[in-house]
């Protein structure tokens, strides 16, 4: 399994930015879907969740500026950022948890490679 993430970039302060995911390879279905992001000396942190059922959880912090939405059927997660401010700047990295494959009834966790989200003042 794959995932491969884009939409990171620059923007001002206020600006918005959409980051999208999307996991391919030998998928039957995958639980969670959703965003960690990582500064440098800094721990990775969970930004947004979203379960194949469309609960959520977002870092507290983003709450009423990032919507994260999934596609089941395209495995693919986005990640709308709004109102972005300059501490949001961080390398964004999308997951699949609790992914099930064709064949195989264990559970397995997959990271894409992190997309660099830059906000200026």
């Known amino acids: 399994v794959q995932l491969q993430a884009s939409g990171g970039g620059l923007v001002q302060a206020g600006g918005s930015l959409r980051l999208s995911c999307a996991a391919s390879g030998n998928i039957f279905t995958i639980n969670r879907m959703g965003w960690y992001r990582q500064t440098p000396g800094n721990k990775r942190e969970l930004v947004a969740m979203?379960?194949?059922?469309?609960?959520?959880d977002y870092l507290e912090s983003v709450k009423g500026r990032f919507i994260i939405s999934r596609d089941n059927a395209k495995n693919t997660v986005l990640l709308q950022m709004n109102s972005l401010k300059p501490e949001d700047t961080a390398v964004y990295y999308c997951t699949a948890e609790g992914v099930i494959e064709k064949g195989d009834w264990d559970l397995y966790d997959y990271w894409g490679q992190g997309t660099q989200v830059t906000v200026s003042s």
């Open positions: 979203i379960t194949s059922g469309g609960g959520t």
